[in-house]
């Protein structure tokens, strides 16, 4: 075979797919293309405006290694210093130029023909490519509760990754539906303004404390003349997100540490023994998020918040009816996350043969070390099925799943190989391997978004991040099979 440089066309302009350009660029591949659909780059932290909204991983470790921040301004950076981050580091490294913003991908077909793909455009445009890296995440479609009468609402109703920032909640009545990982930011937030704040649980979550602070000047002095400081901090970050993966995974006893520590602040913080009987979970701790806060249970306790747990039947033109009557409102923020487990989605994907990537997913996303499916000849996603976490950090996951796919490329690049799809036989002992570990999680224990209609966890990785990172580490050919293809 003759060397070539292939032609790669990434979808999603967030961390992921800017984390592949930039490792693309500094391997020497030139010839590729980032589409995003929106006007900016940043993917969740483009979107997600919502008051308070922050980062529940500590920032030396939510950011790439090979671009560290020696500025963040605190431990736990909020969005618009992660947004920034982001940006600086694409102008950086001089990717930005590589980006077609406003494009948005409806679909994609795999030529058996020539080895190609062709990517689809909104406004009717296509492009060729001899490899495709979905890095859409698993965090970009908001999920809306199918709640009857919603559209009779004679308020603003909206969905925090959607923030409607020209509503002033000064003085109104707010109804927030949720109580997940955005609730719990921006909750404390608006309470000290609205009126009146009543908060829909369907569940109550573990929050735990946030070892939060304001980084000093004389931090950011030694994060400069010691650089190894900051690394050392990454270093104890990932080994304590390794602790709480063991407690959710392979050490489950580790979990009541989680919890002693969720039921000593509860009680410090919510004097009111009926309101904290309220806000204790019925669950397993860890088999849904574990949050993270120091101000959700004292916005709670105010006395113009109410937390209601009857069941939602329906939205009236004033406002929220439950079991037990209604509440009335005169905004209702739907804090009620995103459709995790629909990957890919609303794309049309289409593998060798013409293969729907839907028809291949019919009974959940599936992919090789969460990158491959079979029958998907150089198409390689970055965040892709089971490579999700419960206690670390998920760009870490990205920069591994992005430095194996450039194995393939540069496998692809010297000629050894031109077009690969996974072995079927090895993406099914893979996804074995995966859902036999997974159903002895504590994920496994209640419904969540973790999982799909039927059950099955398609969002997480079952084990550490260092076995990830071992099990990345080289690109084995021999798990691959080679597509025969004439490449104009």
Request: hydrophobic share 40%; aromatic share 10%; with cysteine.
């Amino acid at each position: 075979m003759s060397s070539r440089r292939p032609t790669v066309a990434i979808i999603g302009a967030g961390f992921g797919g800017l984390g592949m350009a930039i490792m693309l660029k500094r391997a020497g591949f030139t010839d590729f293309t980032v589409f995003e659909q929106a006007g900016d780059i940043g993917g969740v932290w483009r979107e997600n405006t919502y008051p308070g909204a922050a980062c529940d991983v500590p920032s030396p470790l939510y950011s790439f290694s090979f671009a560290p921040n020696r500025a963040w301004p605190r431990r736990y950076s909020t969005q618009p210093d992660i947004l920034d981050y982001l940006r600086r580091t694409a102008k950086d490294e001089a990717v930005l130029d590589r980006v077609r913003l406003n494009t948005e991908v409806t679909g994609a077909e795999f030529d058996s023909g020539t080895g190609r793909w062709r990517v689809e455009t909104g406004d009717g445009e296509t492009f060729e490519a001899d490899v495709l890296i979905p890095a859409v995440g698993q965090l970009s479609r908001r999920a809306m509760p199918d709640i009857p009468g919603a559209d009779t609402f004679a308020g603003e109703i909206f969905h925090s990754a959607e923030w409607n920032h020209e509503v002033d909640l000064a003085g109104k009545r707010v109804a927030v539906i949720g109580t997940g990982a955005s609730a719990i930011q921006f909750v404390p937030q608006i309470q000290p303004k609205v009126a009146r704040l009543t908060v829909f649980q369907r569940s109550a979550p573990y929050v735990i404390p946030k070892a939060d602070r304001a980084y000093t000047r004389w931090h950011h002095r030694i994060f400069r003349a010691l650089p190894l400081s900051q690394l050392v901090g990454r270093l104890g970050t990932w080994s304590a997100g390794e602790l709480l993966t063991m407690a959710l995974t392979s050490v489950q006893p580790l979990g009541r540490i989680v919890e002693l520590l969720f039921r000593l602040q509860l009680r410090r913080q919510v004097p009111d023994a009926r309101l904290r009987a309220r806000l204790i979970p019925d669950y397993r701790v860890g088999c849904k998020r574990v949050l993270f806060s120091n101000d959700w249970f004292p916005a709670l306790a105010q006395p113009n918040v109410e937390v209601v747990t009857d069941r939602i039947t329906g939205i009236t033109p004033a406002g929220v009816r439950t079991e037990a009557g209604e509440h009335e409102a005169d905004v209702i923020v739907f804090g009620t996350g995103f459709k995790a487990t629909e990957f890919l989605a609303p794309m049309h994907i289409r593998g060798a043969g013409g293969r729907e990537l839907s028809q291949e997913w019919a009974g959940g996303a599936h992919a090789y070390l969460g990158i491959s499916v079979p029958d998907f000849p150089n198409m390689f996603l970055i965040y892709g099925p089971n490579t999700n976490l419960g206690g670390n950090s998920i760009i870490y996951m990205m920069e591994h799943q992005c430095r194996y796919v450039l194995q393939i490329l540069r496998e692809i690049a010297v000629g050894r190989v031109s077009c690969v799809d996974v072995r079927r036989d090895v993406a099914e002992r893979f996804d074995a391997e995966v859902q036999q570990r997974l159903s002895h999680s504590v994920w496994s224990s209640c419904r969540s978004w973790y999982r799909e209609e039927n059950g099955r966890i398609s969002t997480n990785w079952p084990g550490l991040v260092w076995e990830y990172h071992r099990r990345t580490a080289r690109a084995d050919l021999s798990a691959y099979r080679e597509r025969a293809a004439t490449v104009a």
